[in-house]
């Protein structure tokens, strides 16, 4: 039997602490964003309906569109590359980097690269690897995890930022976040022209031309895709759509979901390397199409969160999430949908928590673009993890024991009457303000009312019963 | 004359812990005109169970629950969006191919939440009253996303003075067993639905879900607090 802890712990740890309410005031401006732009588009139900079915026919079709999409990007003179798992993604990487001789990487956002931890890869083989994604750029300066998917560094302040910045960059202190703005941007200019490669993830997928979708807000995506020789775009297996109609689809509902824009600022179609006649853009263009657990999740019960559009509205409207934010779930992917993710695609030991680290309260489902039905399988894992005897003993027997006795009349009525006179010493003018065992947790901040005199079922029997 | 026949099923907590707003749910109802019958044989829906993943322990409450309820006639009334959306939602899936698949939608297409069956359905004159009390509405997480339900309680209460509550549909952070497994983080949720509350200026919450309210009274009592926490059936009777 294993505790629950990990969560708890680092919740714990952060709760209260100014890197949870930075966190708590980010996502309540994104979800307030989300609202807005949602509210203004009467077709934005519609589009989320046809945005599920679009991922879900991916999933269902993933093996012919992949290797249509690979067809494709290879006739547009692409290389593909196809990853079994974090390391081997991870040697695809260095090879490439080492056969065109490549000693500066500039990287934009991608939770696939975390995922695979490229950047510690790329740093043992002696290879410089800048990220230029604003938030990123902090978090690797600040050697630091990203704890939102879309907005890295949520968790920080401008102040905090500010300090790095002097302290690291030799930046005159300024928490102003046009000037931060400057000082990274006048810091990576130089390091954009000199790379020799760039790293980028995927958004979406086309299959139909073996195009890539790249949104961003700052157009460092676009600089590191063009600018330097070679580009390796990486890209978990599933992030794939058949057509363009269907991309303009799911692009409709990415940015309002997550920031509450009606598009990114920059929306990049990359479809092959550099041609003779193109002004700019790489010599070479490698796809790393990476697997990792994605086939498991697949052939699972919870399948459907590969649809998933990385969009963070989930995490943005979780109350869990809002507490205590990313950095508690221990795992790139956090919140409702990371709950899911992570345990499929690195298996349930030690994540099994995480699925449990919820309300059920629904909130994420009622704004998901591509209405996954996270609630439904956050209760899935729940049941695999009390299937495989993961649960607590005394939750495990105390329920066992509750489930004997609610289903059974004459012993519900005897239990209804013993837990209220047992309960009568501690309690205060109907009131419980300190329990024993499992029940600490509730009284260390609630009190909880004593179990009534009479039931309802002893009065209605009294007095009504015939 | 014989009113309309229904089943009312309390709910375990109300059943031990809140015995007054199963007294005035079936108040309610008797004054909307129902006949009302209560199936003494009824335990737990089964939902904590089923919200940890314990399935089987789930499908023995939730058979017994089935039993009971399916032995009697007309709707069946809940106090309580949770327990209403457990058994019209989550027992199809719980006994889906297994002989209680048919019981289980037969049953669920009877079972209608309280405030949901006196608006939606009996279309009822009968109004909150409480004097004095300037009032925040909490909405209840599945009885909002699981059933829908959202404008019925502003009908039953629109006679009453009632103050905007921010973060209204955002849950309280009970989530049942969560609550008791991961107590710091539940209570860190539950703080800011309390500090909502205070700002609101209210003098009473009012909502529909007796596990979502004993949280909210356990923690403003906890706080000093003297704002008052109430069932909305408690406010249906003559008098409030």
């Known amino acids: 039997m294993s505790e629950p802890v990990t969560f708890l712990s680092r919740a714990e740890a952060l709760i209260g602490t100014p890197e949870a309410e930075a966190v708590e005031r980010g996502v309540k401006k994104f979800a307030d964003r989300r609202d807005v732009a949602v509210a203004e588009f009467p077709m934005m139900d519609e589009l989320r309906d046809r945005s599920r079915a679009i ?176 580009h390796i775009a990486l890209m978990g297996m599933e992030r794939i759509v058949s057509r363009w109609q269907d991309a303009a689809v799911v692009l409709e509902t990415l940015a309002r979901s997550a920031t509450g824009q009606r598009h990114a600022s920059y929306t990049n179609v990359i479809t092959g390397p550099r041609r003779s006649d193109d002004p700019d853009g790489p010599e070479e263009l490698h796809v790393v199409i990476i697997d990792n657990g994605r086939a498991d999740i697949l052939s699972g019960s919870t399948a459907e969160i590969l649809a998933c559009i990385r969009c963070g509205a989930c995490l943005n409207v979780c109350p869990v999430f809002r507490t205590a934010g990313g950095h508690a779930y221990g795992s790139v992917y956090s919140g409702p949908m990371g709950a899911i993710v992570t345990p499929g695609l690195h298996g349930m030991d030690p994540w099994w928590e995480l699925p449990y680290a919820s309300t059920l309260c629904g909130a994420c489902e009622e704004v998901c673009p591509v209405r996954i039905q996270i609630p439904r399988m956050l209760l899935e894992l729940r049941r695999q993890a009390a299937a495989e005897g993961r649960l607590p003993g005394w939750l495990e027997k105390g329920m066992s024991r509750y489930a004997k006795t609610a289903s059974d009349p004459r012993r519900w009525a005897r239990a209804k009457r013993w837990a209220s006179r047992l309960s009568a010493p501690v309690a205060t003018r109907g009131w419980i303000s300190r329990l024993p065992g499992p029940g600490r947790g509730w009284t260390a901040s609630r009190d909880l009312p004593k179990p009534a005199k009479e039931s309802f079922n002893d009065w209605w029997r009294a007095n009504r019963g015939t | 004359m014989e009113g309309l026949q229904v089943q009312l099923f309390v709910t375990c907590l109300v059943d031990a812990l809140a015995p007054e707003v199963g007294r005035a749910t079936l108040d309610a109802l008797e004054r909307a005109g129902c006949s009302v019958a209560f199936p003494v044989e009824q335990g737990c829906c089964g939902q904590p169970a089923f919200n940890v993943g314990l399935v089987e322990e789930a499908r023995v409450m939730a058979g017994q629950t089935l039993d009971v309820l399916d032995s009697t006639e007309g709707a069946v009334v809940v106090p309580s969006g949770s327990c209403a959306a457990m058994i019209t939602h989550h027992y199809i899936g719980l006994f889906s191919g297994t002989k209680r698949e048919q019981q289980a939608k037969r049953v669920g297409s009877r079972v209608r939440e309280l405030t949901q069956f006196l608006v939606d359905d009996l279309d009822t004159d009968l109004r909150a009253s409480c004097n004095g009390c300037s009032v925040a509405y909490h909405h209840s997480c599945h009885g909002l996303r699981d059933l829908g339900i959202r404008g019925q309680a502003d009908r039953l209460l629109e006679d009453l003075d009632r103050v905007p509550l921010a973060g209204a549909e955002e849950c309280c952070g009970f989530g049942g067993l969560f609550s008791v497994e991961m107590p710091s983080v539940s209570t860190a949720i539950m703080d800011t639905k309390l500090d909502q509350v205070e700002v609101s200026g209210a003098s009473l919450v009012v909502g529909g879900d007796i596990s979502c309210l004993i949280h909210i009274a356990g923690g403003l009592r906890r706080r000093g607090s003297g704002i008052e926490v109430r069932h909305i059936a408690t406010l249906l009777g003559e008098g409030g």
């Not at chain 1, 139909?208 to 063009?226: A, F, K």
């Open chain 1, 55 to 230: 991922r879900l026919h991916a999933l269902r079709n993933l093996d012919r569109l992949l290797a249509h999409f690979a067809d494709q990007v290879h006739s547009q003179g692409g290389v593909v590359h196809w990853a079994g798992d974090a390391a081997e993604a991870n040697d695809i990487v260095v090879s490439i980097l080492r056969g065109t001789e490549a000693h500066l990487v500039v990287k934009s956002k991608s939770m696939v690269s975390e995922e695979i931890e490229v950047n510690d890869r790329l740093h043992d083989e002696g290879i410089k690897v800048v990220e230029t994604d604003l938030g990123e750029f902090i978090v690797q300066l600040a050697g630091d995890t990203p704890s939102h998917i879309i907005a890295p560094v949520l968790h920080k302040t401008r102040q905090e930022i500010g300090e790095l910045f002097a302290r690291r960059l030799g930046a005159a202190y300024s928490e102003d976040p046009f000037e931060l703005n400057r000082i990274a941007r006048e810091h990576l200019r130089e390091t954009f022209l000199r790379a020799d490669a760039g790293i980028s993830g995927v958004n979406l997928a086309v299959a139909e031309t073996g195009s890539l979708v790249l949104v961003t807000n700052e157009g460092n995506g676009r600089l590191i895709t063009t600018a330097p020789r070679v």
